[in-house]
């Protein structure tokens, strides 16, 4: 693949907020722990080495053993597993929901830039041991979030009532989803090997947590990724500490909203994420994934009838920690207290939230991690390169909202200058005489002159408009063409990461895909990639 770079502020898709993160702004400083560079990595570790605790490596070994079992582990995973018993031992760590067939694209890129974290780690602290971690959102509800892919332009989905956390759910009704699919792949190598790895994951599993862990084991084996879900009694009673000033102290509620007011206070062009709760935990059970509220000093689970006094509810925490699922405010807490965890990669909106967590962390007296904003990338084929070329397009016109994008381009390929730029100077010129003048003999004239400028400046705006899309009529077929090449690489005028799923690409590349993305990608490059074949 070649690689070219595009700053993900000229993309036009990214936050403020990201850009100015991605910049080390000093405004930013106070909400983030260590900048994701060699001097920020030799802090976290030696932070984290002081720490975590060897019992919390014990427990976590012994619960991923536990997870594991059933599954063909490659040698590579066991290995790391093995590892993290090691104080010389520490995570790299990204998330993401149980989507179906791994969603949108950017679910590789996630783990791919964790992976190659992990490894540039090992080569620049070669005493120290790093492991891939990728950390399934078993206990989500939001079930219709995860129950599609999208695949050339039709989207796929698994139709059926559910609630509860998505990992508990039945793989029941896939087999239909895999009917509907394999019509639609055709019989090439590489569609069977698709075929063959949806039919290995959904339809010979039962739930979608075991789906997942297969699938993505499937896919990053080899190269030793862990996958944790947590899930997991043992690993949950480590929590329960934490959750205890949660819900009877609501310590996360205050100190999130004091980091809010601060962030805001920064600039207006940070917008808020996400909003922390009194309590940030959901009561678990059979079917049901609800809030726990304080109300009339009983704490009830939302929606149902369980209410509990408060000593009721420390049992309730204390013998059954299994019960109860962190929120998206806890839940980066409760993965920074059972994981050894230098780094946590998300997507933009990830890193926004999380930036509004470190005041919590202090108050909890736990390391708070160093945020990457993951890989992104556009994939272009060759054929679709050759097309770029054949209508003399760059890459970094297609990041344009599309009528712009049309607009540029036929003002550059337009026989005839369609930029009044130059008239409208004149004409300003013309006018500064009339101020002029109009200063020297009658100041209320100057009311008049304005008028008459405004007036002429918007028929020029008119007669530029007009001729523009006389033009677009005339050249047509080549404003068509560029329509075209921009929706297959942003559909629905969107990052093709966002939508695309990477079925698409496998069929080109077959197991190459990986090996290429890994090979291409550097998470700690800080930049849009855009990769062609």
């Known amino acids: 693949m070649d690689v070219d770079c595009l700053p993900f502020k000229k993309t036009g898709y990214f936050s403020q907020l990201i850009c100015d993160y991605l910049d080390n702004k000093e405004e930013l400083r106070p909400f983030f722990n ?16 002081q720490q975590f605790q060897q019992a919390n490596r014990d427990i976590l070994y012994q619960s991923l053993n536990q997870q594991y079992e059933g599954f063909a582990i490659t040698k590579q995973t066991q290995n790391h597993i093995k590892q993290l018993k090691e104080p010389i031992t520490f995570t790299v760590t990204t998330g993401h929901q149980l989507n179906l067939f791994t969603g949108p694209l950017y679910f590789l890129y996630k783990i791919v830039s964790t992976i190659n974290l992990a490894k540039q780690l090992k080569k620049e602290y070669p005493r120290y041991n790093f492991v891939p971690v990728y950390w399934m959102a078993t206990e989500d509800h939001d079930f219709d979030e995860i129950n599609y892919f ?3 332009g039709r989207k796929i989905q698994l139709n059926k009532e559910a609630s509860g956390a998505v990992g508990h759910l039945s793989t029941e009704g896939l087999a239909e989803v895999y009917n509907t ?3 639609e792949l055709g019989t090439s190598r590489n569609a069977t090997a698709l075929k063959e790895l949806f039919v290995k994951a959904y339809v010979d599993h039962t739930n979608l947590t075991d ?3 297969y699938l993505a084991n499937a896919l990053f084996g080899d190269y030793g990724l862990v996958i944790v879900d947590g899930d997991d009694v043992d690993l949950k009673r480590l929590l329960i500490p ?3 000033k949660d819900i009877f102290e609501t310590l996360p509620f205050t100190k999130v909203n004091e980091t809010i007011a601060t962030l805001k206070g920064v600039s ?8 922390p709760r009194e309590i940030n935990y959901f009561y678990l059970s059979e079917g049901v994934r609800e809030r726990i509220i304080e109300k009339d000093e009983r704490y009830h689970v939302n929606d149902t009838a369980v209410s509990w006094s408060k000593s009721e509810l420390l049992l309730e925490l204390d013998e059954h920690p299994e019960r109860f699922s962190p929120n998206v405010i806890a839940r980066p807490l409760y993965q920074e207290v059972i994981l050894p965890n230098l780094c946590y990669i998300g997507g933009g909106g990830e890193i926004a939230y999380w930036l509004e967590l470190k005041a919590m962390f202090e108050a909890m007296e736990v390391a708070f991690p160093i945020l990457l904003l993951r890989n992104s990338a556009l994939v272009i084929t060759k054929k679709q390169c050759d097309k770029l070329k054949r209508l003399e397009l760059k890459v970094e016109d297609l990041f344009l909202k599309q009528n712009n994008f049309i607009n540029r381009k036929i003002r550059e390929i337009s026989n005839i200058d369609i930029d009044f730029s130059p008239q409208k100077k004149l004409l300003e010129d013309q006018f500064k005489f009339l101020y002029d003048l109009a200063e020297q003999t009658d100041a209320s004239f100057i009311g008049a002159v304005k008028a008459q400028e405004v007036k002429q ?4 705006d008119r007669l ?16 068509n063409r560029m329509t075209e090449i921009q929706n297959e690489l942003f559909p629905g005028q969107s990052l093709q990461e966002r939508n695309q799923n990477f079925s698409e690409l496998y069929l080109e590349r077959g197991a190459a895909l990986i090996p290429e993305l890994l090979d291409a990608l550097d998470p700690l490059h800080l930049e849009f990639s855009v990769l062609s074949y």
Request: hydrophobic share 30%; net charge positive.
């Open 34 to 49: 260590r900048f994701p560079d060699k001097k920020g990595f030799q802090g976290q570790i030696e932070e984290k080495a």
């Open 150 to 152: 999208n695949y050339a």
């Open 181 to 183: 699919f394999a019509t």
């Open 211 to 213: 789906a997942t862990r």
């Open 242 to 244: 934490y959750a205890k």
């Open 268 to 275: 207006d062009a940070y917008g808020i994420q996400v909003n």
């Open 457 to 460: 400046k918007k028929g020029l």
């Open 464 to 479: 530029e408009k007009r001729l523009l899309r006389a033009q677009k009529h005339k050249l047509r077929d080549h404003v």
